[in-house]
């Protein structure tokens, strides 16, 4: 019954050194692998930085479209007459020259 106990003893004991090495933290990583992800994300951010310039540039852009659009729009709307004074003076065409049935 000893032999038995002990070879479980064993045995498990061997099973959980295996799960210890198995699951035991790494190293730490190194300071040489912490610069290059430095150096990638320092990539990373000049690319988002020049997309950024770009819709800036764009966005400048189309406020000025924008704005001249704008002043057509008041233009127009300036030289078009007003649509009261038209309708007064059909009204008073009709009146003046239509024979009322």
Known sequence: MKKIWRTIL???????AILIFTFRKRKPPTKVYFEDKIEDKIEE???IQEKTSKIEEEKKEVKNKIKKTSTKIKETKSKIKDIESAKDT???FEKKYRKNK
């Open 45 to 47: 951010v000049e690319v």
């Open 90 to 92: 059909i009204n008073d």
């Open 10 to 16: 064993w045995v498990g004991g061997f099973i959980g």
